[in-house]
């Protein structure tokens, strides 16, 4: 008997991955988000996006894949220090899998290294999926999604159905 969960590719998306070695970050993000800025209202209405925060100075920021070129301009256009902060399109480098349903946390287990129990909803973070680098992130209680480089998504994706194929605590 299998698991309960359904694994699916995700379209692809517009990220960028903004670090920073200094303690830039916050201002960053209230400049991206700045809710004063004359171009602020317009911007938002027709882009929708999300910020990942993966530790006290990186994010990635999602979008469609569309709206890639409006989202890259108003990154490098809230860069208030260059030098200190980096804002990189790895559009071309991610590819998404979607894991939903009941047991979607029981397969994941299987791919990384960390307590998902402990993981909370909106949370985001950089590590191993079956040794390759990547993204987990959840989106709520029975949904997690994964970000791997393009390489390794034949891979991933063929290690998560096997892992999912069979309930390892069925004997039967």
Known sequence: MGYSVEITPM???????????TPL??????????EDSPDTDEFFSFVELKILRLGPRRILIRSSL??????EYRAVSCNSDPQNLSVVNVSDLYLGIQLTGTDALEVLAHAVPLNLHEFAIGD??????????GIVTRFDEESF??????????????????????DLNDHG
């Open 124 to 133: 985001a973070t950089s590590t191993a999926i079956f040794s390759i680098a």
């Open 66 to 71: 569309n709206e890639e070129y409006q989202i």
């Open 25 to 34: 970050l916050d201002d960053f993000v209230a400049r991206f988000t700045m």
């Open 145 to 166: 999604s994964l970000y791997i480089d393009r390489s390794y998504f034949d891979y991933v994706w063929y290690r998560l159905h096997i892992c999912g194929l069979k």
């Open 11 to 21: 379209d692809q998306e517009a990220i960028l991955d903004v670090r920073c070695i």
